[in-house]
Protein backbone atom coordinates (compact mmCIF):
# COMPACT_ATOMS: atom_id res chain seq x y z
CA UNK A 1 0.00 0.00 0.00
CA UNK A 2 3.37 1.99 -0.21
CA UNK A 3 2.58 5.79 -1.93
CA UNK A 4 4.68 4.40 -5.11
CA UNK A 5 1.97 1.66 -5.56
CA UNK A 6 -1.35 2.41 -7.57
CA UNK A 7 -3.46 1.93 -4.55
CA UNK A 8 -0.46 4.30 -2.69
CA UNK A 9 -2.42 8.10 -1.00
CA UNK A 10 -1.80 10.39 -3.66
CA UNK A 11 -2.23 12.99 -0.19
CA UNK A 12 0.88 13.09 2.00
CA UNK A 13 1.42 14.95 5.15
CA UNK A 14 4.64 17.28 5.27
CA UNK A 15 6.26 19.52 7.92
CA UNK A 16 6.67 23.13 6.45
CA UNK A 17 9.55 25.42 6.66
CA UNK A 18 7.68 26.87 9.77
CA UNK A 19 7.54 23.74 11.75
CA UNK A 20 4.01 23.40 10.86
CA UNK A 21 1.96 20.29 8.91
CA UNK A 22 0.14 20.81 5.67
CA UNK A 23 -1.10 18.03 3.50
CA UNK A 24 -0.01 18.03 -0.21
CA UNK A 25 -2.50 17.04 -2.61
CA UNK A 26 -2.07 14.86 -5.68
CA UNK A 27 -1.84 18.07 -7.67
CA UNK A 28 0.87 19.40 -5.50
CA UNK A 29 -1.85 22.08 -3.50
CA UNK A 30 -0.88 22.28 0.08
CA UNK A 31 -3.32 21.99 2.72
CA UNK A 32 -2.29 24.11 5.63
CA UNK A 33 -3.49 23.26 8.80
CA UNK A 34 -4.22 24.48 11.78
CA UNK A 35 -0.94 26.00 13.89
CA UNK A 36 -1.57 23.22 16.66
CA UNK A 37 -2.17 20.42 14.89
CA UNK A 38 -0.98 16.93 15.25
CA UNK A 39 1.02 14.22 13.09
CA UNK A 40 -2.17 12.38 13.77
CA UNK A 41 -4.88 14.87 13.26
CA UNK A 42 -2.54 15.82 9.95
CA UNK A 43 -3.00 11.75 8.96
CA UNK A 44 -6.63 11.72 9.47
CA UNK A 45 -6.58 15.19 6.77
CA UNK A 46 -4.79 12.88 4.20
CA UNK A 47 -7.14 9.78 4.85
CA UNK A 48 -9.97 12.06 4.06
CA UNK A 49 -8.48 13.61 1.23
CA UNK A 50 -8.11 10.03 -0.07
CA UNK A 51 -11.18 8.49 0.88
CA UNK A 52 -13.22 11.94 -1.17
CA UNK A 53 -10.12 10.70 -3.67
CA UNK A 54 -11.83 7.51 -4.29
CA UNK A 55 -15.43 8.74 -3.94
CA UNK A 56 -14.83 11.01 -6.78
CA UNK A 57 -13.80 8.05 -8.49
CA UNK A 58 -16.50 6.16 -7.63
CA UNK A 59 -19.88 8.79 -8.34
CA UNK A 60 -18.08 10.12 -11.61
CA UNK A 61 -17.14 6.54 -13.49
CA UNK A 62 -18.88 3.50 -13.47
CA UNK A 63 -18.87 1.33 -10.76
CA UNK A 64 -16.85 -0.97 -12.99
CA UNK A 65 -13.88 1.30 -13.05
CA UNK A 66 -13.51 1.58 -9.14
CA UNK A 67 -13.64 -2.36 -9.42
CA UNK A 68 -11.58 -2.98 -11.82
CA UNK A 69 -8.99 -0.69 -9.48
CA UNK A 70 -9.63 -2.64 -6.70
CA UNK A 71 -9.80 -6.28 -8.07
CA UNK A 72 -6.26 -7.32 -7.52
CA UNK A 73 -6.83 -6.84 -3.87
CA UNK A 74 -9.67 -9.10 -3.47
CA UNK A 75 -7.78 -12.14 -2.63
CA UNK A 76 -5.21 -10.70 -0.20
CA UNK A 77 -5.31 -11.49 3.47
CA UNK A 78 -3.68 -8.34 4.48
CA UNK A 79 -3.28 -4.64 2.94
CA UNK A 80 -1.19 -2.65 5.39
CA UNK A 81 1.09 0.50 5.29
CA UNK A 82 3.67 2.04 6.98
CA UNK A 83 1.51 3.93 9.34
CA UNK A 84 1.76 3.17 12.98
CA UNK A 85 -0.90 0.29 13.96
CA UNK A 86 -3.06 3.09 16.16
CA UNK A 87 -2.88 6.18 13.48
CA UNK A 88 -5.04 6.73 10.46
CA UNK A 89 -4.32 4.78 7.72
CA UNK A 90 -5.68 4.72 3.84
CA UNK A 91 -5.29 0.87 3.83
CA UNK A 92 -8.46 1.22 6.44
CA UNK A 93 -10.60 2.89 3.28
CA UNK A 94 -8.93 0.11 0.88
CA UNK A 95 -10.00 -2.69 3.47
CA UNK A 96 -13.61 -1.30 3.80
CA UNK A 97 -13.97 -0.81 0.06
CA UNK A 98 -12.16 -4.48 -0.87
CA UNK A 99 -15.00 -6.10 1.59
CA UNK A 100 -17.42 -4.12 -0.19
CA UNK A 101 -16.66 -5.18 -3.53
CA UNK A 102 -16.17 -8.96 -1.60
CA UNK A 103 -19.83 -8.89 -0.51
CA UNK A 104 -21.25 -7.89 -3.63
CA UNK A 105 -22.46 -4.71 -2.39
CA UNK A 106 -20.11 -1.88 -4.06
CA UNK A 107 -20.88 -3.77 -7.86
CA UNK A 108 -24.38 -5.80 -7.41
CA UNK A 109 -23.61 -9.07 -9.36
CA UNK A 110 -19.72 -9.54 -8.26
CA UNK A 111 -18.64 -10.78 -5.43
CA UNK A 112 -15.81 -12.91 -3.90
CA UNK A 113 -15.09 -15.62 -1.53
CA UNK A 114 -12.31 -17.79 -0.10
CA UNK A 115 -13.37 -20.61 -1.62
CA UNK A 116 -14.48 -20.17 -5.01
CA UNK A 117 -12.08 -19.14 -7.74
CA UNK A 118 -9.30 -18.83 -5.04
CA UNK A 119 -11.26 -16.10 -3.48
CA UNK A 120 -11.14 -13.81 -7.14
CA UNK A 121 -13.96 -11.79 -7.90
CA UNK A 122 -16.40 -13.69 -9.99
CA UNK A 123 -20.21 -13.66 -10.93
CA UNK A 124 -22.03 -13.92 -8.07
CA UNK A 125 -24.24 -17.64 -7.88
CA UNK A 126 -21.66 -18.90 -10.68
CA UNK A 127 -18.07 -20.35 -10.32
CA UNK A 128 -16.98 -18.31 -13.46
CA UNK A 129 -14.13 -15.65 -12.38
CA UNK A 130 -14.18 -12.39 -13.79
CA UNK A 131 -10.43 -13.45 -15.45
CA UNK A 132 -11.83 -15.72 -16.79
CA UNK A 133 -14.96 -14.21 -18.40
CA UNK A 134 -12.43 -11.21 -19.63
CA UNK A 135 -10.44 -13.25 -21.30
CA UNK A 136 -13.22 -15.29 -23.09
CA UNK A 137 -14.23 -11.66 -24.43
CA UNK A 138 -10.67 -10.35 -25.02
CA UNK A 139 -9.84 -13.77 -27.30
CA UNK A 140 -13.64 -12.72 -29.36
CA UNK A 141 -12.17 -9.25 -29.74
CA UNK A 142 -9.05 -10.26 -31.32
CA UNK A 143 -11.00 -12.21 -33.57
CA UNK A 144 -12.68 -9.25 -34.96
CA UNK A 145 -15.85 -9.49 -33.55
CA UNK A 146 -18.10 -6.05 -32.83
CA UNK A 147 -18.13 -5.31 -28.69
CA UNK A 148 -22.24 -6.17 -28.56
CA UNK A 149 -21.70 -9.80 -30.30
CA UNK A 150 -18.74 -10.57 -28.48
CA UNK A 151 -20.39 -10.32 -25.21
CA UNK A 152 -23.42 -12.17 -26.82
CA UNK A 153 -21.40 -14.89 -27.69
CA UNK A 154 -19.59 -15.09 -23.95
CA UNK A 155 -22.91 -14.77 -22.42
CA UNK A 156 -24.48 -17.55 -24.51
CA UNK A 157 -20.79 -19.99 -23.96
CA UNK A 158 -21.37 -19.30 -19.93
CA UNK A 159 -24.96 -18.99 -19.92
CA UNK A 160 -25.15 -15.69 -18.39
CA UNK A 161 -26.72 -12.66 -18.74
CA UNK A 162 -25.20 -10.53 -21.02
CA UNK A 163 -25.19 -7.18 -18.80
CA UNK A 164 -22.72 -9.32 -15.83
CA UNK A 165 -20.79 -10.39 -18.92
CA UNK A 166 -20.36 -6.92 -20.13
CA UNK A 167 -19.51 -5.60 -16.18
CA UNK A 168 -17.22 -8.91 -15.99
CA UNK A 169 -15.23 -7.83 -18.66
CA UNK A 170 -15.49 -4.21 -17.78
CA UNK A 171 -14.10 -5.04 -14.56
CA UNK A 172 -11.74 -7.31 -15.95
CA UNK A 173 -9.90 -4.75 -18.43
CA UNK A 174 -11.25 -6.30 -21.32
CA UNK A 175 -13.67 -3.37 -22.50
Not at 115 to 136: K, P, Q, Y
Request: aromatic share 4%; with cysteine; proline share 6%.
Amino acid sequence: MGRPTRWGNPYRVVKGRSGLLGVITPDEQVVNLRTDCTGSEAARVAVRGFQHHLDHLDRSKPPAVLARHLAPLVTADVLSCWCPLDAPCHADTLCDLVGRLRSGDLVPGLVATPGACGGALRIDGTEWAVAEIASNVSSWLDAGMCRNDMVLQTAATYSLDPDLVRLAAQVGGAL
